[in-house]
């Protein structure tokens, strides 16, 4: 379960292009839960994502994750509960480190790292084993340097690393924007699978309205620092792209009521 | 004929004093490699470093203590050296390379703090080299196998290391320190302390170096830092740096290969004043080397440093 409460941040207070980038922000993900977020460029999302992952220190409000107050807590120290792909295929991956390295990296996320050698037999066959899952053919390149790859593998590979280890909760950060269509496919399939067999608590950025619509148990927009429209349940399964795309230009009144 | 005989008989003589300096300072170019390819941090701590630990080395010894303690505290003090440039660029956002500037500009005068003078002689002491059994005492051999010997065991124990799940993620923290963080990784420990590491050879390297030389000197790091970068790039070419291994053998090998390169020039009547202007346009040639090929052809992916 993911808790964000009354989440603020400025940038450049006090100076004349003073941004307000979350302004008491409100959200609260059940646990299994998938939410998908969308809004426009500048709505926050990304300011609520680092928010989340610890990459941006809030000025007031609390995040909490399964009922712990994570707020003052460093990056690396919430990475143990959390998992993050990011938008660039390049962030989220070691490329001068191989495939195997890689998924050790990840392996080792939530666990402490000990002096013990780390790509043992049975853990290349176990990374093997998960990455040949994505039929990619990553599974017979565990030696290949990660820069070696296209962006759609390392991104492939980059999800694999977040999803392995059940994180209590997951954070995909536009994930298939830099894809081409067809490996954005293969990737949000992928996802897809992963989320719905481990039943992970997800939070998906997503400027693809298709895949708002089509994945998810809620969306989520965004607007000016806040959560301005909430779609779930029945509702959510009915709704079409044209109705999504239409509630960003329009504030009807059902969006003024949700704030 | 007769210029090249002379040139190749005084080179002969003099292999094997080179190679047991070049042995010795194999662990300053491991000191430079560790930070500036394990880590993407270029760090010039170790024109500090290096004389840190030869003072305090001297210090010691001259002070009557056992050769071996005189090493290890000389290795504690290069490594706070290090911990310290870190910290500099890590807390204050200081560029790598101008807090390594001011770390080894600062341990300047710490160091002729440390000896009290410019220059102190611990000839007579006991040193390491001592040890060797079956050779006389102060014989090159004695220092090649004695400095050989660290250097195989540091080399063997870094290469464990380095494969361990410990090791695994500093290198990550070189390769991609926002991935590395997001991996759960305390960027700032594995930082500080992979520095801080380089920075204990650097000081082994100066500590041994006056156990063999016979004194300690304040001026000793002058130029260390190109030398070893020299030594870096030429064991770089000949063993590659494609895997940890490869990585790690390389500052040996160029250490090795670099020192008798010197010594050749040396041999051949090059005037030693003029070492360093060689030396830097050699580096200075390696470093361009890829940009120059770049010109033709498609870009080559450029040295990712920390900033």
């Known amino acids: ?33 998938f939410g998908v977020v969308i809004g426009s460029n500048g709505a926050g999302k990304s300011s609520m994502l680092n928010a989340i992952s610890g990459a941006l220190v ?16 460093p990056v690396h120290k919430r990475a143990i509960r959390l998992a993050r792909v990011f938008q660039d295929p390049m962030k989220g991956t070691a490329a001068s480190m191989t495939v195997a390295e890689n998924m050790l990296l990840a392996d080792l996320r939530s666990n402490r790292r000990t002096l013990r050698r780390g790509l043992n037999p049975v853990r290349l066959a176990s ?24 962006g759609g593998q390392r991104q492939s590979l980059s999800l694999i690393m977040a999803v392995g280890g059940s994180p209590e909760l997951l954070l995909l950060d536009e994930h298939t924007a830099a894809l081409d269509p067809r490996t954005a496919d293969i990737v949000m399939q992928a996802t897809i699978r992963a989320v719905e067999a481990l039943k992970l608590t997800t939070l998906m950025v997503t400027h693809n309205m298709q895949h708002a619509v089509d994945f998810g148990h809620r969306v989520i927009m965004l607007d000016a620092g806040r959560v301005r429209l909430e779609i779930a349940g029945r509702e959510k399964a009915a709704i079409t792209v044209p109705d999504l795309i239409g509630h960003f230009s329009v504030k009807t009144d059902r969006m003024f009521l949700a704030s | ?43 010039l701590t170790s024109e500090g470093a290096f004389p840190l630990g030869g003072c305090v080395c001297g210090v010691l010894m001259a002070a009557g203590m056992a050769p071996l303690p005189a090493i290890l505290i ?57 040890w060797v ?41 070189g390769a991609n320190p926002d991935m590395a963080e ?44 190109i030398n070893g970068l020299a030594a870096l790039m030429i064991g770089e070419a000949i063993v590659g740096k494609q895997s940890v291994p490869r990585q790690l053998a390389a500052p040996f090998v160029g250490a090795i290969v ?28 390696m470093l361009a080397l890829p940009s120059l090929k770049r010109s033709r052809g498609p870009a080559a992916a450029r040295e990712t440093v920390r900033e």
């Open chain 1, 1 to 33: 379960m993911l808790e964000i409460r009354s989440a603020r941040k400025v940038f450049y207070k006090g100076q004349a292009d003073e941004k307000t980038a979350l302004n008491d922000l409100n959200l609260r993900l059940e646990t299994g839960e």
């Open chain 1, 58 to 73: 809030l000025d007031t409000g609390k995040v909490l994750i399964n009922g712990d107050d994570v707020t003052a807590m």
């Open chain 1, 127 to 150: 990374y093997k084993e998960r990455l040949s899952l994505l039929g990619l053919g990553l599974e017979n390149r565990l030696d290949t340097r990660v820069e070696l790859l296209s």
């Open chain 2, 1 to 43: 004929m007769d210029f090249l005989q002379n040139t190749l008989a005084s080179f002969i003589a003099l292999v094997p004093v080179t190679l047991a300096q070049s042995l010795i300072l194999a662990f300053v170019v491991l000191g430079i490699m560790i930070p500036f390819r394990m880590l993407s941090f270029p760090d």
């Open chain 2, 74 to 130: 000389a290795l504690i003090a290069g490594f706070v050296a290090g911990c310290c440039t870190a910290f500099i660029h890590l807390r204050f956002r200081i560029h790598t390379l101008l807090a390594g500037i001011l770390m080894m500009t600062m341990l300047y005068s710490i160091n002729l703090r440390i000896m009290g003078r410019s220059n102190l002689s611990v000839f007579g002491s006991t040193t390491v080299f001592d």
């Open chain 2, 133 to 173: 059994p079956f050779l006389q005492p102060g014989f090159p051999a004695s220092k090649i196998v004695m400095a050989g010997t660290i250097g195989l065991l540091v080399f063997v124990l870094l290469l464990y290391f380095f494969r361990t799940e410990k090791g695994t993620a500093v290198r990550a923290v």
């Open chain 2, 182 to 225: 997001a991996q759960g990784i305390n960027v700032w420990l594995a930082t500080i302390g992979g520095v801080g590491l380089a920075g204990a050879f650097s000081a082994v390297g100066g500590a041994l170096m006056v156990q063999s030389q016979g004194f300690a000197d304040v001026n000793m790091g002058l130029g260390i830092l």
């Open chain 2, 258 to 285: 670099y020192y008798q390169l010197v010594s050749f020039c040396l041999a051949a009547g090059m005037p030693p004043p003029d070492l360093k202007l060689a030396t830097g346009l050699f580096v200075l040639a």
